[in-house]
């Protein structure tokens, strides 16, 4: 078996992303309503895969809108993608409107006062830069509530903000026999129906898998175009973008009655083989699968025993016969997608890929064409 390259065994663990998966999920979350525009959400980092990186092959494959949470993440952004639409999902943030002027970045407004306050700044600096609307329709997170969205139309505060864009957010789009799903799009309909001529945006990566009426003007996906199953329970329409593989820095055998790991917290019930691996928490691997992981070695699934460490992950090889110092094992990819990795750390995919540390060498494959 191969000896993981120098690189990767100088950093700890190596991540793989696939630029080409990050386009081609991005068509086939757009083939979901061909008769519309998708978007692209490249919040945290596009979702821990590199902002930098990740938007300019968007671009490529022709994404002209793009959301990020923040107006220091959208300046990012802006520097990598001159002429794209970015809109700040988390709105006018108190003291971050000339960070979005100077960078040509569409806030998400919420609330009257976030009304009022982009107006003024669209007449003081003479740069009327357009805004979106946010309403929310169930989540109780941000956001105008439908009533008052309804009162504002056709207020004179709607053209002084500039508001280009109706946007909410569902609050269940991953289960989709959720009543909630239903309500939502009937409260965005109304809205859509009082702001006419004003496009409106909806879905979300589930989203776009919940059929007709939710897609509206805008598909706004994040996760699934990262490789996440926007359909959880049913197969991964996605095609898998990020591999995590580490290096095994030593193997050990060990008796029965032996202990591993910080506080011994597994015990060899018999002769084992254990694997030590050069990666730990700090790199981002979650110490949340201590003791329920697993990591891939030569294909064989090998569970991750005792407590996970800042440096070290401790796996029982004893069923992997091709374990042996300096081969890798997978502790994402194959098998082991985001989503299940997330599972068996008690939490999702989505945590998984934004905790991707800066520590793993980063090795990105599937050029731009
Ligand atoms: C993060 C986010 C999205 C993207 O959601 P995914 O589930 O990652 O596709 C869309 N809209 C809003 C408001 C968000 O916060």
Redesign the pocket.
């Known amino acids: 078996m191969a000896i993981i390259d120098a690189i990767a065994a100088a950093h700890g663990a190596r991540l793989t992303i696939d630029l080409s998966a990050i386009a081609e999920n991005w068509r086939r979350l757009g083939a979901q309503a061909p008769h519309i525009t998708c978007a692209a ?1 490249v ?1 945290a980092d596009a ?1 821990g895969c590199g902002l930098a990186k990740v938007a300019p092959v968007l671009w490529g494959a022709g994404c002209r809108t793009f ?1 990020v ?1 923040h107006a220091s993440e959208g300046v990012t952004a802006r520097s990598v993608l001159p002429e794209a639409v970015i809109y700040v ?1 988390n709105g006018l943030v108190p003291g971050s409107g000339p960070a979005l002027m100077a960078h040509a970045l569409r806030p ?1 407004l919420g609330s009257r006062e976030e009304l009022d306050e982009w107006a003024a700044l669209r007449a003081e600096t003479g740069r009327p830069l357009p805004a979106a609307l ?1 309403v929310d329709t169930g989540m109780n997170r941000l956001g105008l509530t439908i009533s008052e969205a309804l009162a504002l139309a056709g207020d004179p505060i709607i053209a002084a903000a500039g508001i280009d864009l109706l ?1 909410s ?1 569902l609050v269940s ?2 289960l989709p026999d959720e009543a909630i799903n239903r309500r939502q799009c009937e409260g965005f309909a109304q809205i859509i129906r009082a702001y006419p001529g004003i496009p409106g945006s909806l879905a ?4 776009c898998y919940l059929g007709d009426g939710i897609a509206n003007d805008l598909l ?6 990262f490789g ?1 199953n ?1 359909t959880p329970g049913r197969p991964n329409p996605m095609r898998p973008v990020i591999r995590l593989e580490a290096p095994i820095a030593q193997v050990r055998e060990v008796k029965a009655g032996d202990g591993a790991g910080y506080n011994a917290r597994w015990i060899a019930s018999g002769p084992r083989r254990l694997a030590t691996l050069s990666v730990g928490y700090a790199d981002g691997y979650p110490r949340s699968a201590s003791g329920r992981g697993h990591a891939l070695v030569g294909g064989v699934p090998c569970p991750i025993v005792g407590l996970i460490s800042m440096d070290l992950v401790i796996l029982d090889v004893t069923d992997a016969p091709a374990a042996r110092r300096g081969g890798p094992a997978t502790l994402i990819g194959d098998a082991l997608d985001v989503d299940s990795v997330g599972r068996a750390a008690g939490t999702i995919g ?1 945590e998984i890929l934004t905790n991707l540390g800066s520590r793993y060498v980063r090795h990105y494959v599937g050029s731009i064409d």
């Open positions: 959400v919040k979702y959301f949470a999902l998400v946010h946007m957010h789009a991953e979300n990566s589930s989203g706004r996906p994040g996760y699934a175009i996440g926007p989505y």
